[in-house]
Structures are given as structure tokens and as C-alpha cells.
């Protein structure tokens, strides 16, 4: 039930996202855990086809793609919150790995 004004639920979906997103993928309830993470999904795959780079993608889906060119234009290409994703995930990818390691040593 994440609200933070302007966006919602898991993946903070900005509701200037909301119509294009429901006509979209038919999404009804940005608040629902699976429609929420099939919309944020969904976003990120396209932003990852218009632009590669995952800082880049980080930084569009965080900000705005008008906001992420904004510092782009300044040379800026990673954000605290893209560095706080990048850590995030190789946590979880250690994690990942280690059990990979548990499950074949049994």
C-alpha cells in the first residue's frame, strides 16, 4: 500500500503513468503487488530498449526521462538511487550465488 503522493505501490508507479499504463496492460489496480510489479516491469523493458545503459534506465525510471536528460545534458550518468539498485543487486546476486553453492554440495 505504498503511497508517496505521486506514485504508489511496489515498484512507485507515477500516476502520470497510471491511463497509458492501464490502456496498456489492462492494469486495474496499481496498488495490487502483481499488477504493480507487471506495470513497473513492463516500464523498465522499454526503457531498457530505448536506451541499453542500466544507470541510464535507472535514472529514467526514477526521475523521468525529461529529468534524467536534464543531467545527462550536464554529463551526470548515475544517481544515489541508481549506485542504491547496483548495490542492492549484487547483494542479492551474492546471496543467489551462495546458495547455488549450498544446493550443488549437497
Do not use: C
Amino acid at each position: 500500500n505504498a503511497d508517496s503522493g505521486s506514485s504508489v505501490g511496489l515498484m512507485q508507479i507515477n500516476r502520470v503513468n497510471h491511463d497509458w499504463l492501464s490502456k496498456e496492460l489492462g492494469i486495474t489496480d496499481f496498488f495490487d503487488p502483481e499488477q504493480n510489479v507487471k506495470a513497473g516491469t513492463y516500464m523498465l523493458r522499454q526503457l531498457f530498449e530505448k536506451y541499453e545503459d542500466a544507470g541510464m534506465v535507472l535514472m529514467a525510471y526514477n526521475m523521468g526521462e525529461s529529468g534524467a536528460r536534464k543531467l545527462w545534458n550536464k554529463g551526470v550518468y548515475t544517481t544515489d538511487y541508481a549506485e542504491s539498485v547496483f548495490q542492492q543487486a549484487d547483494i542479492y546476486n551474492q546471496e543467489i550465488a551462495e546458495r547455488m553453492d549450498e544446493n550443488a554440495q549437497m
